[in-house]
Every structure is written in structure tokens, then in C-alpha cells.
């Protein structure tokens, strides 16, 4: 149980163009999910959190124009990436913590490593 | 701000031996506590948790949790190659659904 999805699991784009990220609980529903970036050989930074059927909650310094997210289900967000620059290239990772539950327990999804051209 | 600390690595131990992490955290108001593991070039995986004072295992896990000294660690037990990893610990419960991560300890396994 407690699985959590990504997809695509890699993607290469140009520099300019946006891209857009899911991130799906299979087996369980999320009323909050979060979404992180992870440099190579540096600590997990979350970037924002998601609400269902509410405005994401950015962290200082994530620029909420630049990282566009959608909560519009119980068992889906999306991140998408807008004019996506070579800085932008991390590696991009989801959790979710399931609804009704009493603890701070997240699931995290595979990742999806971005890279911008 | 809430802050959680985690010895620097990397851990070197033998295979077979227990490897032990230990976890501090700033707020006093955290509640739940977590050990995730990630594995390099992937995404953390929850491999512990716990919420009470005390011990609790998991096969060849442990975690200790002193709420009083506000540390929590993790033992592996039986150290196999496999559980070369970073080790992050995270804790949870200060009311606003986040949980607070340390840097990680990286735990190296030498058969």
C-alpha cells in the first residue's frame, strides 16, 4: 500500500518551453501533496505545498508564477515547469500524505529528473 | 524555525555490524518521527516511524526516540551491502502537515 506515481520519470526539453509533471497516490487518497527539487548530492528543499481544491503554498523563494500547481483531485497534482531555463534542471519529486490520517506520514513518489537544454 | 540535525558522514561499517544514526531536532512540539532511506539517483523511501518514547523495531531496524532529549536514532542490524544509502531523518507534527528533514547520513557497508 501507500504507492505513490510520477510521471514521466525523466524528460529532456529546450530551454523556453514548459513542462508539465504528475504525481498520482494509487491506492489511497491525498488531500495534501508535496512537491520537492533535489540538486545532486544536496538535501531534499521542498518547494510547495499542495492542497485539493485550494492555491499551493510556496516556500520563500519559489517563484509560485514560475512553478505552477494543480491539486484538482483527491488522488492528483501536477507541477508544470513554465519557460523552463538549463537552472531549472533537478531532479523533481512528489510525496503525498494520506487524508484522515492522524500523523505527518508522507509517501514519496519515483522522481522525475528534468533536464533542460 | 525548525531544525533537524544529523551527524556528518559518511558511516563506513562492516558488513554485519550495526550501523547506528542519531537524529536531533529543534521543536518541541514534534510529534512523529521518521527514518526514510534513499538510495542514490532515487527518491527517499519511508522505512521507519514512530511517535512514543522508546524503542521500536522493524526487522533490522530500530528506532529510538527520547523526546525528553529530544533525539531519535536509527540501528541496522546485520549491515548488508544493500543498505548503503543516505539515511534522512524527518520530523513531523508541528501543525502544518510539513516534515522537517536533516541533511542526511550517507552509511557505507564494506563487505
Same mark, same amino acid.
Given at each position: 500500500?501507500?504507492?505513490?506515481? /510520477?510521471?514521466? *520519470?525523466?524528460? $529532456?526539453?529546450?530551454?523556453?518551453?514548459?513542462?508539465? $509533471?504528475?504525481?498520482?497516490? +494509487?491506492?489511497? /487518497?491525498?488531500?495534501?501533496?508535496f512537491w520537492y527539487r533535489?540538486?545532486?548530492?544536496?538535501?531534499l528543499m521542498l518547494m510547495a505545498t499542495?492542497?485539493?481544491? *485550494?492555491?499551493?503554498?510556496?516556500e520563500?523563494?519559489v517563484?509560485?508564477?514560475?512553478?505552477?500547481?494543480?491539486?484538482? *483531485?483527491?488522488?492528483?497534482?501536477?507541477?508544470?515547469?513554465?519557460?523552463?531555463?538549463?537552472?531549472?534542471?533537478?531532479?523533481? $519529486?512528489?510525496s503525498?500524505?494520506? !487524508?484522515? !490520517?492522524?500523523?505527518?506520514?508522507?509517501?514519496?513518489?519515483?522522481?522525475?529528473? +528534468?533536464?533542460? +537544454? | 524555525? %525548525?531544525?533537524?540535525?544529523?551527524?556528518?558522514?559518511?558511516?563506513?561499517?562492516?558488513?554485519?555490524?550495526?550501523?547506528?544514526?542519531?537524529?536531533?531536532? &529543534?521543536?518541541?512540539?514534534? @510529534?512523529?518521527?521518521?527514518?526514510?532511506? @534513499?538510495?542514490? =539517483?532515487?527518491?527517499?523511501?519511508?522505512?521507519?516511524?514512530?511517535? &512514543?518514547?522508546?524503542? %521500536?523495531?522493524?526487522?533490522?531496524?530500530?528506532?529510538?526516540?527520547? %523526546?525528553?532529549?529530544?533525539?531519535?536514532?536509527?540501528?541496522?542490524?546485520? &549491515?548488508?551491502?544493500?543498505?548503503?544509502?543516505?539515511?534522512?531523518?524527518?520530523?513531523?507534527? =508541528?501543525?502544518?502537515?510539513r516534515l522537517a528533514f536533516? %541533511?542526511?547520513?550517507?552509511?557505507?557497508?564494506?563487505?
Amino acid at each position: 500500500g501507500a504507492v505513490v506515481s /510520477q510521471h514521466p *520519470s525523466w524528460v $529532456i526539453c529546450k530551454s523556453g518551453t514548459s513542462v508539465k $509533471i504528475e504525481c498520482r497516490s +494509487l491506492d489511497f /487518497q491525498a488531500t495534501t501533496m508535496f512537491w520537492y527539487r533535489q540538486f545532486p548530492k544536496q538535501s531534499l528543499m521542498l518547494m510547495a505545498t499542495s492542497n485539493e481544491g *485550494s492555491k499551493a503554498t510556496y516556500e520563500q523563494g519559489v517563484e509560485k508564477d514560475k512553478f505552477l500547481i494543480n491539486h484538482a *483531485s483527491l488522488t492528483l497534482s501536477t507541477l508544470t515547469v513554465t519557460s523552463a531555463h538549463p537552472e531549472d534542471s533537478s531532479f523533481y $519529486i512528489c510525496s503525498a500524505r494520506p !487524508t484522515g !490520517t492522524h500523523t505527518d506520514t508522507q509517501y514519496f513518489g519515483p522522481g522525475t529528473r +528534468l533536464t533542460v +537544454l | 524555525q %525548525k531544525e533537524v540535525e544529523q551527524n556528518s558522514g559518511p558511516l563506513s561499517v562492516p558488513e554485519g555490524a550495526i550501523a547506528s544514526l542519531n537524529c536531533t531536532y &529543534s521543536d518541541r512540539g514534534s @510529534q512523529s518521527f521518521f527514518w526514510y532511506r @534513499q538510495y542514490s =539517483g532515487k527518491s527517499p523511501e519511508l522505512i521507519m516511524f514512530i511517535y &512514543s518514547n522508546g524503542d %521500536k523495531e522493524d526487522g533490522r531496524f530500530t528506532a529510538q526516540l527520547n %523526546k525528553a532529549s529530544q533525539y531519535v536514532s536509527l540501528l541496522i542490524r546485520d &549491515s548488508q551491502p544493500s543498505d548503503s544509502a543516505t539515511y534522512l531523518c524527518a520530523t513531523g507534527g =508541528g501543525g502544518n502537515n510539513r516534515l522537517a528533514f536533516g %541533511k542526511g547520513n550517507q552509511v557505507v557497508v564494506i563487505p
